[in-house]
């Protein structure tokens, strides 16, 4: 399955100065963890992220925000980004924030 590169460069800019962030292929796409935990990531041209429960619920109330459906099973907790949530790096960066901010919460694995 192909992923969006440009999306791909576009979150690891975001990232950069993160210390422990990890790439990895996963979902089939490109993961981003942060002291060995899923952060987010590109899959097709969509980002996925990792908000946690109560964000992520507020999130599904965004335009161009849905469930985390990977094979069948919503995956609680995460939401996906379509690209037209995506269209401004200001946007990206946003989302991208709001996900490191929960998963600097979790205990590093």
Not at 36 to 46: A, E, F, L, S
Request: charged fraction near 25%; proline fraction near 3%.
């Amino acid at each position: 399955m192909a992923y969006d590169e440009q999306l791909v460069d576009r979150v690891r800019k975001v990232l950069a100065r993160r210390k422990s962030l990890v790439e990895k292929k996963m979902f089939g796409g490109i993961g981003f963890l942060l002291h060995g935990n899923m952060c987010c990531g590109v899959r097709d041209q969509y980002l996925l992220l990792r908000l946690g429960l109560e964000r992520a619920e507020q999130a599904l109330f965004q335009p161009h925000v849905r469930e985390f459906n990977n094979a069948g099973r919503i995956i609680k907790g995460w939401v996906i980004v379509e690209s037209d949530g995506l269209a401004t790096d200001n946007a990206l960066e946003q989302w991208v924030r709001d996900a490191v901010a929960f998963v600097v919460t979790l205990p590093p694995k």
